[in-house]
């Protein structure tokens, strides 16, 4: 793979799951296992180091994870967003990756091909410093891949935007990459979000 084997991705798994009441999205069942284990294993397919951002322990998603050759990262400042998750996860990036791929826990249509997908569209020559999974209609979403350059930026992140205002800086140097579907963008956050997913793929099936 070259420029593109220093590639590590980071799984983020450390929210909430608050509008779930009471149960915890990354625990859903997909494809015969959690959430949370399924997007590692996509991820380390497609990845030789693969991060997982979790809440502190003890938690149940460290078990539905167990025997994954995946480094788990916990997040003590979890519930303060996503800037958190985002902080702790880019500083314990080996030294030697020159790019990072960053991918949310709550995408569950997302496959690896997708990831590969974005992964062979990097170009770390070119002046572009994101490259970003979007719908099959443009719109953007996950995976995203950060070039080593912008990794120190996120440092300074806080609540829970993301890293939105990192790809917003990167302006015109973000290439977009369309992937199948609304793959990209796809996250269930509610129950009745989880039960219509599940409807529907029942009659695509």
Known sequence: ??????????VLAAGQSARM??????????????????????????CARVLVA?????????TAITGLDVTPIPVPDATEGMGASLRRAFAALPTDANAALLLLGDLPDLTADDLRTVLQAVDLQSRNLV??????????????????????????????????????K???????????????????????????WRAQRLVRD
């Not at 793979?1 to 980071?10: E, R, T, V």
């Not at 912008?150 to 790809?167: M, R, T």
Request: glycine share 10%; charged share 25%; aromatic share 6%.
């Open 54 to 62: 979790l809440p502190p322990a003890p938690h149940d998603r460290y």
């Open 21 to 46: 009441r009471g149960t915890d999205k990354l625990l859903q069942q997909v494809d015969g296992k959690p959430l949370i284990r399924r997007q590692c294993e996509i991820a380390r397919q497609v």
């Open 170 to 196: 990167a302006g015109d140097r973000v290439a977009l990459v369309a992937l199948s579907g609304d793959h990209a963008r796809n996250d269930l956050d509610t129950p009745e979000d989880w039960a219509n």
């Open 1 to 10: 793979m070259g420029q593109l084997s220093n590639i590590p991705a980071i």
């Open 131 to 168: 490259w970003r999974g979007t719908t099959s209609d443009g719109r953007a979403g996950h995976p995203i891949i950060f070039a080593k350059s912008l990794f120190a930026e996120f440092a300074n992140l806080s609540g829970d935007a993301g890293g939105q205002s990192i790809v917003k």
